[in-house]
């Protein structure tokens, strides 16, 4: 039987609602030994005990307060917590391996020596703010659709782009998933034949942004992610990562996003976050 409690992470500050058990692979990967996947091969290959006892199941139940798991006749802990803002370059996948061999993101935090995830998706040609992290409820939470966690993306898109389309991107699209909720989107300035503008959505459907433009008769020429709730991308070089402050931490994950699930409309200051001088070194 699945069972719900309330469950308090106290050092970031939220309380969510989850199931005591979990299965055992995701009791290793939580405890940021490995993935999911390599974590299935340790099981199947009986290096994991449950309470003294082999299981060679990967979807064996676990009441992580209670039972105890060990890896090679280690105990598992759950490991330290660990957030970082990666500014991810275009050309870089967001998935740990590619059969085609293309770079990921992963190259670009071997140092770290830790096992994370990404905290949602960017595409392979889109740039900009990225936070990975071995917590995975943090993780799930962010990307939850129904916490409206508001991600802020700067576009290129091609063409000058009318107020009649600019009002269909606010109000919402019709995609072939369903229609956009309402969104914030500021025009910046129009160059030439594009139009460069900030966009937030509170969606993170897979690539809804250069969806949304092409919905309204445009295409994205240039997509940069620069702020995801109060997290912004700030100075952080391109290809470099930094760890979030705790307070950024506190400040994503405590937000009563669901409290405000009522409102559809991101909350987004009426002028875009951050400098011009920011925007302009985003847009290159
Ligand atoms: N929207 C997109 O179209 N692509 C991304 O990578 C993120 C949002």
Known sequence: MRRGRAFRISEVGYHFRLRTLKTLDRVLSKAGLGSRT??????????VRVNGKVIQTPDHWVDPQ??????????????????????KPKGYLTTYKDPEGRPSVYALIEDLGRHVVPVGRLDLDTSGLLILTNDTLFAERVM?????????????????LGEEQMER???????????????????????????????????????????????VGSKVRKLVRTAIGPV????????????LEQAEVNALAGEDWFKRAA????????RPPGGQRERKRLRG
């Open 38 to 47: 390599e974590a299935r091969k340790w099981i199947g290959a009986g290096r």
């Open 66 to 87: 209670r039972d105890e798991v060990t890896l090679d006749g280690k105990a598992v802990q759950a490991a330290e917590r660990v957030y970082l803002l990666l500014y």
């Open 144 to 160: 939850n659709p129904e916490c409206k966690v508001p991600k802020t993306y700067l576009v290129k898109a091609a063409g000058v």
């Open 169 to 215: 991107l606010r109000n919402g699209v019709e995609l072939k998933d369903g229609p956009t909720r309402p969104a914030v989107v500021t025009r910046l300035r129009d160059r030439g034949s594009s139009t460069f503008l900030e966009i937030t959505i509170t969606e993170g459907r897979n690539r809804q942004v250069r969806r949304m433009l092409e919905a």
């Open 232 to 243: 912004r991308i700030g100075k952080l070089e391109i290809g470099r990562w930094r760890e």
């Open 263 to 270: 409102d559809d409309r991101p909350r987004v200051r009426k």
